[in-house]
């Protein structure tokens, strides 16, 4: 059986928050470590406000989305998803602003994952509900924010695995390289 695969991007596909510090660290001329940032917001490794961080974010968006490297093996196993019939659609809360969208859909075909033109929402605020109306069988998150929200409206999701979410207090599915991916769909289905 064919799966209907909802896909965050940040944090779950690309490798965002590595980009993002090396962005701040070169903004803010600090040398703050991987290892440093435990929440999902860059503010308190930064010391910054919640104001002052997401000013800071705005400003550096487009770069931030811009540069950053895929998580390993997404996109090849993405592909040979999609191949196998899967239905792969990336669900991002990133703002649907045409810039951010534009560097979005270019990134995604710059690293070779299937997508097709279609299969991306942006501001997704509520990925549970947009997962709901798509009727998704599966979806992949890594923001606390966000796994608290599916979880709570019943949408199977998988934890991408990461610092800022090891303290997730539900009890869910947990994969740290997208290899692991076959097993849970045959789990899944």
């Known amino acids: 059986m064919n799966m209907r695969l ?3 991007i940040d944090g779950t596909i690309k490798n965002t928050h590595e980009a993002a ?11 703050v470590q991987s290892e ?23 400003s550096l968006e487009s770069k931030i989305y811009t540069v950053g490297l895929p998580m390993p093996h997404a996109s090849e196993v993405l592909n040979d998803l999609a191949s196998q019939g899967h239905q792969i ?10 810039k951010i969208e534009k560097i979005t859909k270019h990134w995604l075909q710059q690293h070779g994952f299937p997508y097709t033109g279609e299969n991306l929402i942006m501001n997704a605020q509520d990925k549970a509900e947009v ?23 019943g949408i199977r999701t998988v934890i ?20 692991q991916v076959y097993d849970l769909i045959d789990r899944y289905r």
């Open 6 to 8: 909802g896909i965050d």
């Open 21 to 31: 510090r090396s962005i701040y660290n070169e903004k803010l001329n600090r040398n």
């Open 36 to 58: 440093d940032i435990t929440d999902f917001y860059l503010d308190q490794a930064y010391g910054l406000t919640p104001q002052e961080g997401k000013a800071l974010w705005r």
């Open 89 to 98: 659609t990336y669900i991002t809360a990133r703002p649907g602003l045409y």
């Open 131 to 153: 997962a709901h109306k798509l009727q998704i069988d599966l979806f992949f998150e890594d923001a606390p924010d966000h796994l608290q929200n599916l979880i709570r409206k």
């Open 160 to 179: 991408m695995d990461a610092n800022y979410n090891r303290d997730f207090p539900h009890k869910a599915q947990r994969m740290d390289d997208w290899r």
